[in-house]
């Protein structure tokens, strides 16, 4: 399941990466125990921007199967490009919810709402994936933009293992340096 929902993320990121997402090296505070994966320099997804980078970390069960995913994605934006922030996270929330639906899942999104990237305005959307009514795994969006670099935070894992690393992921948002 996790495997499914990995290609899917990546999916997910090209889709954000072509609706103009886009950003510089911020830093990130990793949390203790994930697994920070070396992403090659040519890692971004082909439509991706040039100059697009991305960090992405897991979380592990003891077994040593992944149960959580956080990735940043940040890319340029050209001085007279306008970014609308909504509108990339409602691409971002309907190509999340398409593939889910063709992977024989179900899944419903909370409105998009106001929040915070470390210091950043943002905005964000949780969606809930279930299949045969039982809830499998969860997903947070969140997207800001800060002097001419736009930011796409995604994290996502197992029901459970999503609620019990709140804490974790509330780390490293709070910490993030745009």
């Not at 899944?107 to 929040?115: A, F, G, L």
């Not at 950043?120 to 969860?138: K, M, W």
Request: some cysteine; glycine content about 8%; proline content about 5%.
């Amino acid at each position: 399941m996790i495997r499914l929902f990995l290609s899917l993320f990546v999916l997910l990121l090209a889709t954000a990466a072509s609706v103009g997402v886009q950003a510089g090296q911020p830093q990130v505070a990793w949390p203790a125990g994930w697994v920070v994966e070396p992403l090659p320099a040519d890692a971004p997804a082909p439509t991706a921007a040039p100059g697009t980078t991305r960090q992405r970390a897991t979380k592990s069960d003891s077994a040593g199967n992944a149960v959580m995913v956080m990735e940043l994605t940040a890319t340029p934006v050209g001085p007279d490009h306008q970014v609308n922030l909504e509108g990339v996270l409602l691409e971002m929330r309907k190509s999340i919810q398409k593939d889910f639906f063709q992977g024989g899942y179900q899944s419903v999104c909370n409105r998009i709402h106001s929040s915070m990237l470390g210091e950043v305005t943002a905005l964000e959307t949780t969606c809930t994936i279930t299949q045969n009514g039982r809830h499998v795994l969860s997903q947070t969006l969140v997207a800001a933009l800060n002097e001419g670099r736009a930011y796409v935070l995604s994290y996502a894992g197992q029901a459970q293992v999503f609620v019990e690393s709140q804490d974790e992921i509330q780390s490293v948002r709070k910490s993030l340096k745009l």
